[in-house]
C-alpha cells in the first residue's frame, strides 16, 4: 500500500481470540498473533445448519483435481482440472458438462482460478489462449472476452455486466501497472499504478505471486501476496478494507522472485502464502499454507482463519493428523470439516466437501459415534473409496 497517497490509518488490534476496542477506520486483523496462539474453531459459531449432497458417480461424472464448488438455490457447479461440470443440488445427480477441454473452436484451456463461476449471470468463465470464454450452464458459449492487446493477463474477473479486472504479474521487478480494467471487447477503462518492485535474479528466473479475488455484495476484492492489505475494486479506484498484520510470516516484496526457489525447500514454505479468502455479512474467512516443521519440498500445512466481524475476534486452528486444520463438527457430531477451498454464496452459505476415502475413515475410526449419527447420514457410510465427494453446505450466521 502507498504511505503517500494513503492517509494514515487508525489499525484495531486483533489479539487471538480476544476483542479490540471498535473505531471507524479500516481493521488489522493480527493474523500473526492468532497463528502463534492457535485455538479450536467450532463448526457451531460459524453455521447454524449444515447440509450434505454426496455427487453422482458416474464415468462422465468424475470430478478432477483441484476441485472447486459452487451452490445456487438449484444447481452445485463443480469446476477442476480439466472439468466444468452441473449437478442438481437437492439430489446430486448429475446433469451435464459444461464446455469441452481442448484447443478447438469454443472449447478452453483453462478455467479460473479466483471467481470462475458468475453467480449473477450464471455463467461459467474459462479461456483460450486468444479470448476468454463465458459459458452459460446449457453448456454453450454465451461471450467471448477479448484480452486486450499486447497485454499478458492471469485471469479475468467480472467487475459488472461490461467490464473486468486483470492483475499482471510483476515478472521483470518493474511494472507499472499491477490492475487493468477493461471491456468484452479488450478496450482498457483504467490501470492502477504498481508501487511495488524488486531486483530481478537470473538464477532463480521470474517472480510470480498469483492475486485472490472474491466477491461479496456485487463488490470484487483483490489481495496480493507480499502486501499486506486487502482492497475493494472499483472501475476508479481501489479502496483499502482489511489490512493484516503477518509479522514475520509476511513475504518481503524484495523477496518475490525467490519465493519458490529452490524447488527442494521453496522460500515460500516459512512464510504465509493465502490461497483462498471470502467474505459474508458476520465473517471473513480465509485459508493459507505454511510448514512450521521446516520439512522440505512441497511440504506444507494447510491452515483456515475465521475473523468475526461482530466480536472482532481472530481464529486459526492447529493442524491435525491430516496436516490440515479442522473445524470441529459440533452441530451434528460427524466427521471434522477442513473449508479450505470453500466459496459463499449469495444466500449466504459456506460451499465446502469432504472426500468420500475421509469419510469412510471417519466411520472405522469412530464406531460409537457413528451409531447416534441420523439415518441420512448414517447413509453416506455406503459410499465407496473411489466416489464423488459430499458437498457441504454450511448456513453461516448473520
Same mark, same amino acid.
Do not use: C
Given at each position: 500500500m502507498d504511505i503517500k497517497r494513503i492517509l494514515p490509518i487508525l489499525c484495531i488490534l486483533i489479539i487471538g481470540c480476544t476483542s479490540p476496542t471498535p473505531t471507524d477506520t479500516i481493521a488489522l486483523i493480527d493474523i500473526e498473533r492468532a497463528f502463534n496462539n492457535p485455538c479450536d474453531i467450532l463448526l457451531s459459531e460459524l453455521a447454524d445448519e449444515i447440509e450434505y449432497i454426496p455427487l453422482e458417480n458416474l464415468p462422465e461424472s468424475v470430478t478432477g483435481n483441484a476441485l472447486r464448488l459452487f451452490a445456487t438455490d438449484n444447481y452445485i457447479v463443480a469446476i477442476s482440472f480439466r472439468h466444468n461440470q452441473l449437478f442438481d443440488r437437492k439430489t446430486g445427480k448429475f446433469i451435464r458438462e459444461i464446455g469441452r477441454f481442448g484447443q478447438g473452436p469454443n472449447e478452453y484451456l483453462g478455467t479460473f482460478i479466483s471467481m470462475p463461476f458468475d453467480?449473477?449471470?450464471?455463467?461459467?468463465?474459462?479461456?483460450?489462449?486468444?479470448?476468454?470464454?463465458?459459458?452459460?450452464?446449457?453448456?454453450?458459449?454465451?461471450?467471448?472476452?477479448?484480452?486486450?492487446?499486447g497485454e499478458l493477463f492471469s485471469e479475468m474477473i467480472p467487475l459488472d455486466e461490461n467490464y473486468f479486472v486483470c492483475y499482471k504479474n510483476n515478472y521483470a521487478g518493474n511494472e507499472p501497472y499491477k490492475l487493468y480494467i477493461f471491456d468484452d471487447n479488450g478496450n482498457i477503462f483504467n490501470k492502477f499504478p504498481n508501487y511495488h518492485s524488486y531486483i530481478p535474479n537470473p538464477s532463480v528466473g521470474a517472480g510470480s505471486t498469483r492475486a485472490v479475488y472474491y466477491t461479496w455484495k456485487n463488490n470484487v476484492f483483490f489481495f496480493e501476496n507480499c502486501v499486506d492489505t486487502l482492497f475493494q475494486v472499483t472501475k476508479n479506484e481501489l479502496i483499502p478494507y482489511y489490512?493484516?498484520?503477518?509479522? /514475520?510470516?509476511?513475504?518481503?516484496?524484495? @523477496?518475490?522472485? %525467490? +519465493?519458490?526457489?529452490?524447488?527442494?525447500?521453496?522460500?515460500s514454505n516459512k512464510y504465509?502464502?493465502?490461497?483462498?479468502?471470502?467474505?459474508?455479512?458476520?465473517?471473513l474467512f480465509l485459508s493459507f499454507w505454511h510448514d512450521k516443521k521446516d520439512r522440505g519440498i512441497h511440504i506444507f500445512s494447510h491452515y483456515f482463519v475465521v475473523y468475526d466481524k461482530m466480536t472482532g475476534t481472530t481464529k486459526i486452528s492447529e493442524v491435525d493428523y491430516t496436516d490440515k486444520s479442522p473445524v470441529i463438527n459440533d452441530i451434528d457430531d460427524f466427521a471434522p470439516l477442513y473449508p479450505l477451498l470453500f466459496n459463499i454464496n449469495h444466500s449466504?452459505?459456506?460451499?465446502?466437501?469432504?472426500?468420500?476415502?475421509?469419510?469412510?475413515?471417519?466411520?472405522?475410526?469412530?464406531?460409537?459415534k457413528?451409531? /447416534?449419527?441420523?439415518?441420512?447420514?448414517? @447413509?453416506?457410510? %455406503? +459410499?465407496?473409496?473411489?466416489?464423488?465427494?459430499v458437498v457441504v453446505i454450511l448456513k453461516l450466521k448473520q
Open positions: 453467480e449473477n449471470r450464471l455463467t461459467i468463465l474459462s479461456g483460450n489462449q486468444k479470448n476468454g470464454l463465458e459459458y452459460g450452464l446449457e453448456g454453450n458459449v454465451v461471450r467471448k472476452i477479448i484480452h486486450p492487446e489490512r493484516f498484520n503477518l509479522g /514475520k510470516y509476511n513475504p518481503p516484496y524484495s @523477496e518475490k522472485p %525467490k +519465493l519458490y526457489w529452490p524447488p527442494e525447500k521453496p522460500l504465509i502464502v493465502f490461497q483462498k479468502i471470502n467474505e459474508s455479512d458476520r465473517f449466504g452459505e459456506m460451499v465446502s466437501y469432504l472426500e468420500a476415502s475421509y469419510i469412510l475413515d471417519w466411520f472405522e475410526a469412530n464406531p460409537e457413528a451409531k /447416534k449419527l441420523p439415518n441420512r447420514l448414517q @447413509e453416506l457410510s %455406503k +459410499l465407496k473409496f473411489d466416489d464423488n465427494q
